[in-house]
């Protein structure tokens, strides 16, 4: 089973995902870590990448989850997916007792606050704005209200993958 954790950044999918993995006994993987250097400077720049930016890290995180699921390695994956085709590409082929997707929902208050404290991170906060108007906001996802502490938020997870 492989649990993609989506939103905007800030909205919590690193520290919850880490959080939730080390629970499960299962692996973690950021997909932070698969952009090119190329994404990350634009980013910690505060320029927006673009769908052609975006399509080779996509596919890089769909590599990621294929190979988890063929192994039968079970991994929690943290992974804006901000688009409903990114989420298509990701997932494709696969069903809901290999890969499911969770929804980190906040609002663009508490994530801006949440980026204000952020410390040597790529992203540049003043990108908030276009995650927010890039987001479609999925509905064949499990929706999480991440207000909650990350606790909270891991454990609700839980019990609505019934893990």
Known sequence: MVTILIGVAGSGKTTIGRLLAG???????????????????????????????????????????????ENKRSAVIACSALKQEYRDLIAAGFGPKDVSLVYLKGSEALIAQRLSLRKNHFFDKRLLQSQFDALEEP?????????????????????????
Do not use: C, Y
Request: charged letters at 35%.
């Open 23 to 69: 629970r499960l006994g299962w692996e973690f993987h950021d997909g932070d870590d698969l952009h090119p250097p190329s994404n990350k400077e634009k980013m910690s720049h505060g320029i927006p990448l673009t769908d052609d930016d975006r399509w080779p890290w996509l596919r890089a995180v769909r590599d990621l989850v294929k190979q988890r699921v």
């Open 139 to 163: 509905k064949d996802a499990i929706i999480v209200d991440t207000s909650k502490t990350p606790e909270a938020v891991a454990s609700e997870i839980q019990a609505k993958l019934n893990l």
